[in-house]
């Protein structure tokens, strides 16, 4: 019989902290539900979804191809770019020619765009300060290093085309 890597490793035990994971990343996954239901509530008076806010966003900081959108919000690159057609077509976003890049357009906020953007960032910080006022700054800052350290850990991995149990 031969073996594979699979029942190789079928003797590995769980560490500590990897006996933690499947309830960290269950409440990550939970909480990541919460934040985008509640974004939509937020959102929805600006005609925006989370998903919009978030792409329309980045676009606002400065014009992007729906790639670099991608990578900066995490979404692959087909959902990004249906959410760039839908602003496009409530005119709240535009593509512009790249000078970098002939094929690969940029995205940009349209004034009408940048201004739902404000007014939605504005009306969200009650919100936002609700939230993270129920834990203290240095422990939002703490999880927010972890999670990027997590982050950076978990893209080093998939980079390297491994499982992590190597």
């Given at each position: ?9 079928s ?79 409530d ?18 906020a ?5 201004r ?28 927010t ?22």
């Amino acid at each position: 019989m031969r073996k594979t890597k699979r029942t190789q490793q079928s003797h590995v035990r769980p560490s500590d902290a990897g006996r933690l994971w499947p309830a960290f990343v269950f409440e990550l996954f939970k909480t990541y539900s919460r934040v985008n239901s509640a974004g939509d509530e937020i959102a929805r008076e600006f005609g925006l979804s989370s998903a919009r806010w978030r792409v329309l966003g980045s676009a606002c900081q400065s014009p992007k191809t729906v790639s670099a959108i991608a990578r900066e919000r995490g979404l692959t690159r087909q959902s990004v770019q249906q959410v760039v057609n839908s602003l496009i077509d409530d005119r709240l976003a535009l593509l512009v020619e790249n000078k970098d890049h002939k094929s690969a357009k940029l995205v940009a906020a349209t004034p009408a765009g940048k201004r739902a953007i404000l007014h939605l960032n504005n009306q969200a910080i009650g919100w936002m300060n609700s939230i993270a006022d129920s834990v203290s700054a240095h422990e939002l800052e703490m999880t927010t290093r972890i999670l990027e350290k997590l982050r950076v850990h978990i893209e080093t991995i998939m980079s390297n085309g491994g499982s992590g149990t190597d």
